[in-house]
T-cell receptor, first 113, second 111 residues
Framework: KQEVTQIPAALSVPEGENLVLNCSFT??????LQWFRQDPGKGLTSLLL?????REQTSGRLNASLDKSSGRSTLYIAASQPGDSATYLC????????????FGGGTRVLVKP | NAGVTQTPKFRILKIGQSMTLQCTQD?????MYWYRQDPGMGLKLIYY???????DKGEVPNGYNVSRSTTEDFPLRLELAAPSQTSVYFC??????????FGQGTRLTVV
């Protein structure tokens, strides 16, 4: 059974510092991995999707890497801003039937001005 | 672009009552999913569907039912509401191995 873990559960950094968020998964047989942002009381916003054949994906200040063999993905957010404060969730899509996304527990980020 | 639309946004139910959470998508996606998110936790899969007429159980299906009569709609039914079903419910859709899109959620409280 695929398990996804995000450590730490919470993170606090001063504004301007780079953020490094970790995601690990137990089964490397995946189609892709997706990073989401969730603001309090809101839905999930897709940030980046990395296909299993890719090593990284970039969008603006965000960069996500994928190492399938070691079961790890890292989301980097450069030059953090208070507006980056949110919960970040990673999810993997395994080869198993239904292409179901399996989520980690999320990392709650606070960027202090 | 509507994307994935969920209704209602909020609901309070009494124990034993029933209700249907509505989900519709306008992207012609085959795959649709229902998740629940408890406070401070990740998302757990309740049910999913790979196409019209086909549904299957996820991690936590007890107390719920679904149907998928059209590509667009994937309603979630709670038959006898229990306090343990207090949660935020998210519907999502995708074309399979590509990006998943989520609705804004339904916040349900059972009292």
């Amino acid at each position: 059974k695929q398990e996804v873990t995000q450590i730490p559960a919470a993170l606090s950094v001063p504004e301007g510092e780079n953020l490094v968020l970790n995601c690990s998964f137990t089964d490397s047989a995946i189609y892709n991995l997706q990073w989401f942002r969730q603001d309090p009381g809101k839905g999930l916003t897709s940030l980046l999707l990395i296909q299993s054949s890719q090593r990284e994906q970039t969008s603006g200040r965000l960069n996500a890497s994928l190492d399938k063999s070691s079961g790890r993905s890292t989301l980097y957010i450069a030059a953090s801003q208070p507006g980056d404060s949110a919960t970040y969730l990673c999810a993997v899509r395994p080869f198993a039937a239904g292409n179901k996304l399996t989520f980690g527990g999320g990392t709650r980020v606070l960027v202090k001005p | 672009n509507a994307g994935v639309t969920q209704t209602p946004k909020f609901r309070i139910l009494k124990i034993g009552q029933s209700m249907t959470l509505q989900c519709t998508q306008d992207m012609n996606h085959n795959y649709m999913y229902w998740y629940r998110q408890d406070p401070g936790m990740g998302l757990k899969l309740i049910y999913y569907s790979v196409g019209a007429g086909i549904t299957d159980k996820g991690e936590v299906p007890n107390g719920y039912n679904v149907s998928r009569s059209t590509t667009e709609d994937f309603p979630l039914r709670l038959e006898l509401a229990a306090p343990s079903q207090t949660s935020v419910y998210f519907c999502a859709s995708s074309t399979g191995s590509l990006e998943a899109f989520f609705g804004q959620g339904t916040r349900l409280t059972v009292v």
